[in-house]
């Protein structure tokens, strides 16, 4: 069985920062691209960055300057750095990722269980 587990999240002033972290376990033979999302109240979920094996990131034009996308390949982890954070960045914060478990198949799509996410005025 495969599992995404998110940390990081929590309360923070309007401006501060947080780093969210999102490992898997389990076993895998390899992961491809990993991501996040985030889901505000009432709201559909929608990606923020996402980041291939190779290290290509992509971004929501809302994170581009303020939000980093990172990897650790040898941790199966992926990180989102959040700088400059605002009010409107208050949502549950959700890992996402491709993970191949058998050598010869397609990866699967897996996702954590999410982080909350407050930043306060």
């Known amino acids: 069985q495969v599992q995404l587990v998110e940390s990081g999240g929590g309360l923070v002033q309007a401006g501060g920062s947080l780093r969210l972290s999102c490992a898997a376990s389990?076993?895998?033979?390899?992961?491809?691209?990993m991501g996040w999302y985030l889901q505000a109240p009432g709201k559909q979920r929608e990606l923020v960055a996402s980041?291939?094996?190779?290290?290509?990131?992509n971004y929501a034009d809302s994170a581009k300057g303020r939000l980093t996308i990172s990897r650790d390949n040898a941790k199966n982890t992926v990180y989102l750095q959040m700088n400059s954070l605002k009010p409107e960045d208050t949502a549950v914060y959700y890992c996402?990722?491709?993970?191949?478990?058998?050598?010869?198949?397609?990866?699967?799509?897996?996702w954590g269980q999410g982080t909350q996410v407050t930043v306060s005025t």
């Open positions: 996402n990722a491709d993970i191949r478990r058998r050598l010869w198949s397609s990866p699967d799509n897996y």
């Open positions: 389990g076993y895998i033979v390899s992961i491809n691209d």
């Open positions: 980041i291939t094996s190779g290290g290509r990131t």
